[in-house]
């Protein structure tokens, strides 16, 4: 991001850059609320840092240390009745 660009841009180009860093890191299409979470921490860590990389180097280590991609979560459903896996699912189990 050049540096004459606009707060704005940048929280713009952050959601992208997050969004396609988190559907490789979770093995899947992040949901929109995780998506919002880490953009809040960015929110949160921009104004500190003295630059737009530095802020992101830590707003994608927290990506990299949030269960969604430290443990294979499994989905959980309020009657725990047998369902198919979805191809993210199937996919996250061959991997490990």
């Given at each position: 991001v050049p540096e004459n660009e606009s707060t704005?841009?940048?929280t713009l180009y952050a959601k992208q850059v997050l969004q396609r860093f988190m559907k490789?890191?979770?093995r899947r299409p992040p949901s929109a609320e995780e998506v919002?979470?880490?953009?809040?921490?960015?929110?949160?860590?921009r104004p500190k840092a003295p630059t737009f990389i530095q802020a992101m180097r830590q707003?994608?280590?927290m990506v990299l240390?949030?269960?969604q991609f430290l443990y294979l979560v499994?989905?959980?459903?309020a009657n725990s009745v047998?369902?198919?896996l979805t191809p993210y699912e199937v996919a996250s189990r061959l991997s490990y």
């Amino acid at each position: 991001v050049p540096e004459n660009e606009s707060t704005e841009d940048e929280t713009l180009y952050a959601k992208q850059v997050l969004q396609r860093f988190m559907k490789r890191a979770f093995r899947r299409p992040p949901s929109a609320e995780e998506v919002d979470g880490i953009l809040d921490f960015y929110r949160q860590v921009r104004p500190k840092a003295p630059t737009f990389i530095q802020a992101m180097r830590q707003t994608l280590s927290m990506v990299l240390v949030s269960p969604q991609f430290l443990y294979l979560v499994e989905p959980t459903e309020a009657n725990s009745v047998a369902r198919d896996l979805t191809p993210y699912e199937v996919a996250s189990r061959l991997s490990y």
